[in-house]
T-cell receptor, first 112, second 110 residues
Framework: DSGVTQTPKHLITATGQRVTLRCSPR?????VYWYQQSLDQGLQFLIQ???????AKGNILERFSAQQFPDLHSELNLSSLELGDSALYFC???????????FGPGTRLTVL | GIQVEQSPPDLILQEGANSTLRCNFS?????LQWFHQNPWGQLINLFY???GTKQNGRLSATTVATERYSLLYISSSQTTDSGVYFC????????????FGKGTLLTVNP
C-alpha cells in the first residue's frame, strides 16, 4: 500500500458525460501528479500540483481539468467524454518536487 | 523531450532464473524510478535511483548517469514477479513529471 488513495476504483459511463476522479496523497506529501495509462499511448503525464498551485501541464486535453484543495487532496474532472478517454488514471504524490513519486491504485474509466 | 527506451520488450523465464532489464535515457535526469505493474494494474515503486546502486531483497538496480542507462536485476525469479516493469525519468527543470518507457513484460513460469 503506497498510502495514496484514489476513488472510485472503477467507473463506467457514457459518451458525453462528465466524471470526477479523486485522489488523497500520502500524509505530508505536498505534490500531486496525474497520469493516464492507455493501450495506445502508454503512461503519460497529465498535470502536476504543488501545495495547491498548478506547476506543470502535460498532454492534458482541454476537456480535462484538475485542482488541488487546501487539504491537499486533488480532483481530476473529465468532461464531454469520448470512447478514447477510456483508460487507467493514476494519481501520484511526493513529499517534494523531484523526489520519489508514489502511485495510487488507479481509477479504471470505461466510456461506452 | 527526454526519451526512454527499455529492453527487452518481453521476457519469459522459468522460476528461479535471473534476469537483467535495461533502461536507456536520452538526457541527464534528476530522478529515475523503477516500477512493477502487477496483473491487477497496480504500479509499485521499486527503486528511486538517479545514480548509484541499490538492493532490496532479490531485486537490485544500478544507474550510470554519465552513460545514461539503468539496469534492474531480478534474481531467483518467482511467479509473483510477473508483470510489466517500467523505468521512468524526470529531467527536472521547471517541472518534475515522469516520462515512462514502454516497459518490459516479464512472465515467470512455474
Amino acid at each position: 500500500d503506497s498510502g495514496v488513495t484514489q476513488t472510485p476504483k472503477h467507473l463506467i459511463t457514457a459518451t458525453g458525460q462528465r466524471v470526477t476522479l479523486r485522489c488523497s496523497p500520502r500524509s505530508g506529501d505536498l505534490s500531486v501528479y496525474w497520469y493516464q495509462q492507455s493501450l495506445d499511448q502508454g503512461l503519460q503525464f497529465l498535470i502536476q500540483y504543488y501545495n495547491g498551485e498548478e506547476r506543470a501541464k502535460g498532454n492534458i486535453l482541454e476537456r480535462f481539468s484538475a485542482q488541488q484543495f487546501p487539504d491537499l487532496h486533488s480532483e481530476l474532472n473529465l468532461s464531454s467524454l469520448e470512447l478514447g478517454d477510456s483508460a487507467l488514471y493514476f494519481c501520484a504524490s511526493s513529499v517534494e518536487l523531484g523526489r520519489t513519486q508514489y502511485f495510487g491504485p488507479g481509477t479504471r474509466l470505461t466510456v461506452l | 523531450g527526454i526519451q526512454v527506451e527499455q529492453s527487452p520488450p518481453d521476457l519469459i523465464l522459468q522460476e528461479g532464473a535471473n534476469s537483467t532489464l535495461r533502461c536507456n535515457f536520452s538526457d541527464s535526469v534528476n530522478n529515475l524510478q523503477w516500477f512493477h505493474q502487477n496483473p491487477w494494474g497496480q504500479l509499485i515503486n521499486l527503486f528511486y535511483i538517479p545514480s548509484g546502486t541499490k538492493q532490496n531483497g532479490r531485486l537490485s538496480a544500478t544507474t550510470v548517469a554519465t552513460e545514461r542507462y539503468s539496469l534492474l536485476y531480478i534474481s531467483s525469479s518467482q511467479t509473483t514477479d510477473s508483470g510489466v516493469y517500467f523505468c521512468a525519468v524526470d529531467s527536472g527543470g521547471s517541472n518534475y513529471k515522469l516520462t515512462f518507457g514502454k516497459g518490459t513484460l516479464l512472465t515467470v513460469n512455474p
